[in-house]
């Protein structure tokens, strides 16, 4: 279940963005978030993981 007015969509772009902001590596934000880089590109590029 999804929360309200987010989606992939925006949550992507609005990532990447935050992730340039600060100088961080696809592999930094992974770790912080517990996930694999690859899911990070994923969000970063769009793509549905379902």
């Not at 989606?7 to 930094?28: C, F």
């Not at 996930?35 to 969000?43: D, E, F, G, M, W």
């Amino acid at each position: 279940m999804k929360p309200e007015g987010v989606d992939q969509m925006s949550i992507g772009p609005a990532l990447q963005k935050v992730r340039q902001n600060r100088h961080l590596t696809q592999a930094e934000v992974a770790s912080q978030l517990y996930v694999t880089r690859q899911t990070i590109s994923r969000l970063g590029a769009g793509e549905d993981d379902s």
